[in-house]
């Protein structure tokens, strides 16, 4: 039986600097997994109205809005949080740390909140959107569609800060 066989264990686990690189590249190669996928669903309506329209039932993000999605995104979301460590080969406690890591700044996007100590200005540069940056997508549905990281959209000519005039902000800690 399978449960008789000897199992290996794995490795002994990576240093912090290690596990950290392998994070920032498992986050990375799912931002621009996702950036595709989300793109396309966006550009070809068919794809937008059957299966990624019920994403943007919610024009104004809440945590909560994470998950709400069809079961086919849904689906394409967990494989692609399973093939990233996978393919980079990552030790277990990296591809747990990716799950929480990626878990966390989904749910942290789709808050609603710009906060003092949000994601998005703790990294410098404006290389990471934030939640700002991905309420912007759910208003204007053509501009931000990386989850994370800004560099897609620049490269692809999707980015906007959008014109905080008319857009309506994040939530503040004041609110």
Known sequence: HWYWRPRSLPGPAPELPRLLLDLAAGLLLFDALYFLWHLLHHRVAWLYRTFHKVHHTHVATFALSTQY?????????????????????????????????????????????????????????GLYGGAVHHDLHHLKFKVNYAPYFTHWDRLFGTFSQGDREHAAPAKTSKD
Do not use: Q
């Open 69 to 125: 999605s069809s079961p086919w995104e849904l689906l394409w979301l967990g494989l692609f949080a399973a093939l990233v460590p996978a393919l980079l080969g990552c030790h277990p406690l990296t591809e747990m740390a990716f799950f929480v890591a990626n878990i966390w700044l989904s749910v942290e996007d789709h808050s609603g909140y710009d906060l003092p100590w949000s994601t998005h200005r703790l990294v410098p540069f």
